[in-house]
């Protein structure tokens, strides 16, 4: 309404404006009413009879907004001429305001688009467009491939995995604790358990069976262990200048001790692998001393059927020497307390930090200073909760700790 408005105005102003113009005009200087109004030259021929009897053009000509449009062969007044000429400035000034509101229209669409948001160019970015807004996998895949090419066309697959790697990669331990907290899970070490078969089972309900009412008071539990000192530590910096003291090359060091509740007998080190003779050897000099000394009214000897222990030379050497060997049940160690010492070993061990192989036997034999009867007799307390619940598993594993 406004606009059409000051165009009513501009119309009228510009009519007024004319016939100011015109009232001016003298009267010498007003053109001849029988004059053609065209672009003839003043010095053309008076009209003869043959000119007036020629047929008038059908075309018409269009001037500058200066003249008027007329038909040729035709004569006007001067008061038709005007009002010709201000009906031209009227159409005039209507298209003049139609093209005003077609730049105004091409502006404000500018604008819009440039109040828009900007939509994303690569496949990549619209599927991170329409993930961040909420759309499943099936309807960010449809989505896409009606706008892209044929050539560039996406799957289910493709959107899966590509949000799976970008999720991953945004993942920290902060949420991963968040999330592990939020539903439910608890962080738990993995724990070692032998896969055991009917007769495994069998075995250990028959050996359990035996000691469920037993406190073990005489007996004496062997053990072996493989101890690995210099692994390479979770905290040493990238970059950081290994210690020169430390060796390079893995050491490994076995570990053979027995406790019961007299305490432990002394601890046996070696390098290599244990052979048959090597555990003679340790028997005679660390088992049989600590027998004689500790139990001289009975005992025994529990020990698994390994190799080196059911051997021919084995039995003889235990039959000859008076140890009584009760067989343990194969892949048990949960029924052998002295596991709870090979931990508790191996941790004191890592706390102290040892940078040489020597700092690692002293701390080995200043820990197994500390076995006194009283701390073998907590481990070997421990087994008389175990008993029960392997029975009650039917053979079952069950944790020592």
Not at 241 to 261: K, N, Y
Request: glycine content about 2%; aromatic content about 6%; overall charge neutral.
């Amino acid at each position: 309404m406004t606009r059409k408005s000051s165009t009513e105005a501009k119309t009228s102003r510009r009519q007024t404006k004319l016939k100011q113009e015109h009232d001016e005009i003298s009267d010498d200087e007003k053109p001849n009413n029988t004059r053609n109004l065209t672009n003839m030259d003043l010095n053309e021929p008076e009209l003869t009879q043959e000119h007036v009897q020629l047929q008038p053009l059908e075309e018409n000509v269009m001037v500058t907004s200066d003249e008027l449009i007329i038909q040729r062969n035709e004569t006007i007044d001067e008061e038709s001429a005007i009002e010709l000429k201000m009906a031209m400035n009227e159409e005039y000034s209507d298209s003049e305001a139609d093209d005003d509101e077609d730049v105004e229209d091409e502006n404000r669409k500018a604008e819009n688009d440039k109040s828009r948001r900007r939509l994303p160019v690569s496949i990549k970015e619209l599927i991170d467009y329409h993930s961040s807004n909420g759309k499943s996998i099936k309807e960010i895949v449809d989505r896409i491939n009606i706008v892209c090419k044929p050539e560039e066309k996406i799957s289910y697959g493709y959107v899966q995995k590509y949000l799976y790697r970008k999720r991953l990669e945004a993942t920290t331990a902060k949420k991963a604790r968040y999330y592990r907290k939020k539903y439910g899970f608890v962080y738990r070490r993995m724990r070692r358990k032998p896969i055991l078969t009917d007769v495994h089972r069998q075995s250990r309900i028959q050996w359990c069976q035996a000691h469920v009412e037993d406190k073990f008071d005489q007996d004496i539990f062997i053990g072996k262990t493989t101890l690995k000192p210099f692994l390479a530590s979770l905290n040493q910096l990238k970059g950081q200048t290994p210690d020169p003291s430390q060796p390079r090359q893995q050491t490994t060091l076995h570990l053979w001790g027995a406790i019961s509740r007299k305490g432990a007998s002394p601890l046996q080190i070696f390098d290599g692998p244990l052979t048959t003779a090597m555990y003679l050897e340790t028997l005679l000099e660390n088992v049989v001393p600590f027998i004689a000394e500790n139990y001289p009214d009975g005992h025994r000897f529990h020990q698994d059927n390994n190799p080196k222990h059911s051997a021919k030379l084995s039995q003889e050497f235990l039959s000859s020497t008076g140890i009584n060997w009760v067989k343990s049940p194969p892949r048990s160690h949960d029924l052998n307390p002295i596991e709870l010492v090979w931990t508790e070993l191996i941790q004191n061990v890592a706390k102290r930090l040892p940078k040489t192989l020597g700092q690692v036997i002293v701390a080995v034999k200043d820990y197994w200073k500390t076995l006194t009867p009283e701390k073998c007799s907590e481990f070997i307390d421990k087994l008389s909760n175990v008993v029960p619940k392997v029975l009650e598993k039917n053979g079952e594993w069950v944790s020592l700790a």
